[in-house]
């Protein structure tokens, strides 16, 4: 009955690869998103989208691109995988009549070697 | 990126006392939220208000909405050892989909 799931949960990896990640939700929502937590535990947006529009994209470099093929699904493909990409990737969604409480998921350790 | 001004940044506790900490921002907000985040989850929401002047508890934590919509605060009333964790304030203007986020109060407690 998991309501935000991602896989994988670790990623361990080399510099200069490609790798993606997946999550869905099963909680109906018409929005998803993809925050960084660095080491320091801040929590940083990185990409939203609504009905499979992309709605925020903050400064995040074009290695990020993230694809919706349906308004459960939110993925993240990350190209030319650099040491500071390391960090936690959370994915979480929301409903925008239910005033944007996010709810995520269990977190995406990426770790470039 | 915006930020809002948490605090304290960690504590460190007894069991069964009470803890305090709150949430400030320079904007108004139309949502407050908390979470909480155990060790290699993801944050789990505690409790959303969504109107000022708003009470809410959640067993025995309780959260304000303040009144001029700048500010909120989380109570957790007889701690235990499993309240250890980073409890996150996070916000919304309304204007768009996006959070605003605390640096994360880390609450550790002495059993």
Redesign the interface.
């Known amino acids: 009955d998991t309501a935000v799931s991602q896989t994988p949960k670790y990623l361990v990896t080399q510099m200069g690869n490609d790798k993606s990640i997946k999550c869905e939700q099963n909680l109906g929502h018409d929005t998803m998103y993809w925050y960084k937590q660095d080491s320091k535990k801040f929590l940083k947006i990185m990409f939203s989208y609504n009905n499979k529009e992309l709605i925020i994209n903050e400064t995040v470099p074009n290695r990020f691109s993230p694809k919706s093929p349906d308004k459960a699904h939110l993925n993240l493909h990350i190209n030319s995988l650099e040491l500071g990409d390391s960090a936690v990737y959370f994915c979480a969604s929301s409903q925008v009549l239910r005033g944007d409480t996010q709810y995520f998921g269990p977190g995406t350790r990426l770790t470039v070697l | 990126?915006q930020?809002l001004n948490q605090s304290p940044q960690s504590m460190f506790i007894q069991e069964g006392e009470d803890v305090s900490m709150n949430c400030t921002s320079s904007s108004i907000f139309?949502?407050w939220?908390w979470?909480k985040?155990d060790p290699?989850?993801?944050?789990?929401?505690l409790i959303?208000l969504?109107k000022a002047g708003e009470l809410t508890s959640n067993g025995r934590l309780t959260a304000q909405f303040g009144i001029t919509r700048k500010d909120s605060f989380l109570n957790i009333s007889a701690s235990i050892p499993s309240d250890v964790g980073?409890y996150?304030c996070?916000g919304?203007a309304g204007n768009?989909?996006?959070?605003i986020?605390g640096?994360?109060t880390s609450l550790a407690v002495n059993p």
């Open positions: 990126g930020q139309n949502t939220l979470y985040q290699g989850e993801g944050p789990v929401l959303a969504y980073i996150f996070a919304n768009n989909r996006k959070l986020w640096l994360g």
